[in-house]
């Protein structure tokens, strides 16, 4: 079953304004990562955040991990067109020698010029 | 630099013919390699992964198979392909050992008729 759960599961903004999305997953992790996805493209990672952090930044992204609620949220400011895509977590959970990552269903950023 | 190249970009079949879909990476060495599935509107599956030369693991039983004949190249595979074969493929890379974020390639658009 999918560990990573996003919400919400779409997102219309103006450009110039703020857009969060938030990750709640099920089980301890080493890590969680967030990507972006242009739409009928392969996905580009954004950020990654390890289970000892509380959160990241890298230019107009925030990442923040709660571990004790199980969620993390990214937050993009002074959003533009250009951010228009999906947005998925994933949750990187050892399980013995394999090192898979769990993940969410997405949020669908539309950024209004 | 590391860059991933997926071919084709869409595809379209009948349903009962065969499939091949090839990914390959260069500018590294040994690299875990992954083949997902994503529905319309959907997270990815995972669906196979590799660790090495002819090291193959199957996520999800189904129609399909991957081989890995050499390093850095990771073939996905069908007999005979389903309807419900249909869907946006994606191959991606990690880093042997860290296996921490992944690299993706641009993905295939198969659409089975």
């Known amino acids: 079953s999918q560990q990573g759960e996003e919400d919400p599961q779409a997102l219309s903004i103006q450009e110039g304004e703020n857009a969060t999305m938030n990750c709640s997953y099920k089980?301890?992790?080493?890590?969680l990562q967030w990507y972006r996805q242009n739409s009928g493209r392969g996905l580009v990672h954004l950020i990654l955040?390890?289970?000892n952090e509380r959160e990241k930044h890298s230019g107009r992204l925030r990442v923040t991990l709660d571990t004790s609620k199980k969620s993390s949220s990214l937050l993009i400011t002074a959003s533009r067109a250009a951010d228009t895509a999906s947005y998925f977590c994933?949750?990187?959970?050892?399980?013995?020698?394999?090192?898979?990552?769990?993940w969410g269903l997405g949020t669908s950023l539309a950024v209004n010029p | 630099s590391q860059t991933i190249h997926q071919w084709p970009a869409t595809l379209v079949q009948p349903v009962g013919s065969p499939l091949s879909l090839e990914c390959t990476v260069e500018?590294?060495?040994?690299?875990?390699l992954y083949w997902y599935r994503q529905a319309a509107g959907r997270g990815l599956q995972l669906l196979f992964y590799?660790?090495?030369?002819?090291?193959i693991s199957s996520e999800v039983p189904q129609n399909l198979s991957a081989s890995r004949p050499q390093d850095r190249q990771f073939i996905l595979s069908s007999k005979k392909l389903l309807l419900s074969d249909s869907g946006f493929y994606l191959c991606?890379?990690?880093?042997?050992?860290?296996?921490?974020?992944?690299?993706f390639g641009s993905g295939t658009q198969l659409s089975v008729l």
């Open positions: 994933a949750t990187d959970r050892r399980a013995g020698n394999n090192r898979k990552l769990i």
């Open positions: 089980t301890s992790i080493n890590n």
């Open positions: 955040i390890r289970s």
């Open positions: 500018g590294t060495s040994n690299p875990n």
């Open positions: 590799s660790v090495g030369i002819g090291q």
């Open positions: 991606a890379w990690s880093p042997q050992g860290a296996g921490e974020k992944l690299f």
